[in-house]
């Protein structure tokens, strides 16, 4: 535990940092697997008191104007661009993610995110005139914000940054296993001012904490993102109070490789987006799908990709993967891989052994894997490591089948001449689709079709989710209201 921002014994509730009444558990480094840090955990007790302060904030909050909301966003985000280096570090020891990458998407997108909706606030249409009708778009409340471990400061900040622009007050829960990088957040919220209760940190077990989020009547939003086994927990659990419940669950996104296409390209590129952050992003494009004639082009590059891919130490600024998040993580991802080989799959790179002079951490090695049915375990679920499975299409429309045949619709990639890519994107079941590598855009919508979830998180789309709508009926005199 090399800084003292790691020992956190107090939570934040009500503009305060108050003792909690949980257990103190250790955050593991995954690289070391030594102690990165420890936390004291809230109780539902705690997380119920929470929700007591984002209530009585939320009037008052929900009552200052676009302008004010929007200039503590900015506000916000300068505190935590002087906590840059500090937030780098934390996420690098909390998650595992390469230096460079903590930096460029863990902060940097998270950074714009936040600046996204500070800028977006003050023209925000919140009211507008359907005939006699005055629409007004009113904060929802209280917001329960539910995150995962693999993107924590930058999932976190998909739901602060919306539902604070919205007016409406947080209580915020991270994951378990990363919860530091939160704790920066809550320092960034009390440096800036911003008003008690209406960010509000409470960090324990998804069992009592989450639950409770999901259930107490004074959460007016739950917004979730994590897996689908819990994602509809939290859905079944939210409909005894009728809350809404916006969940971005996972994904099984497919890479279309099209006949026209920049074979190398295309492979070179699906392979880098798939070890990314060691596999563990819900719209990694996890299944490249190249054309028959195309399969030993695309085999051989993928195997030369993945060679090149360096694991280590994630402190390293040359290391592109660092370790999974847990042993847990590793042992399913190994499964997955064995699972895989006994099936028949054919292991172009990679496999279950541990990297070359990599004894401690949960290290997996950069894997691709071909030779399997597209309706294998593999190919269908999401495995949340760095493992690529490359399946043949014999023409466009089995591919666009292939691509939509599974039980997700997070994302994907198409690769050809923009208006056949184009073309493609618009039959793909997905809520995003990124053609020939264009770059990623804080201000556009996203979130899943199918079981990949129900909600839009960035942009307006991401406002909405915490917004009602009222309809105020005004009487039309001498013909206009
Ligand atoms: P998870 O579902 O295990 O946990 C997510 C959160 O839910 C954690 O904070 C956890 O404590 C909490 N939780 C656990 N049990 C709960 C319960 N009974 N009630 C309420 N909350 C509970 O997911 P994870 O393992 O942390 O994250 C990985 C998953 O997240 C993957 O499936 C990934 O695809 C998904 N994900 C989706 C997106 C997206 O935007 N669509 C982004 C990132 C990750």
Redesign the pocket.
Known sequence: MSRPEWVRDRVYIGGSWVPPHGETYEVENPATEQVAGTVRTATPADAAAAIDAAKRASAGWASTTPQFRSDLLHALSAALRERVELLVETLVAEVGTPVQLARSSQVGQALAVLDSYAELLPAFAFEEQVLHTRVLREPAGVVGA??????PLY?LMAKVAPALAAGCTVVA????LTPLSAFVVADAAEAIGLPPGVFNLVPG???EV??L??THPGVDVVS????????R??AS?ASTTVKRVCL????KSASIVLPDAAIEHAVSATVSNVMVNSGQT?AAWTRLLVPYSELDTALATAEAVAHKHVVGDPREIDTDLGPVISAAQRGSVLDYIDGALADGADLVAGGTERPDGLETGHYVRPTVLTGLSPQSRIAQE?V?GPVLVVLPYSDIDEAVTLANATSYG?AGAVWGSDAQAFAVARRLRTGRVDVNGADWNPSAP???YKQ??NGR?LGRWGIDEFLEVKAVQMPVSNGSP
């Open positions: 539910i995150t995962p471990w693999n993107y999932q829960k991270p994951a378990e077990p998804g069992s989450g639950e989020l999901s979730f993102t994590g897996s689908v086994r819990v994602g927990h939290v659990m971005e669950l996972g994904g819900c999401e949340f997070l996203f979130g899943g990949s979830g998180e």
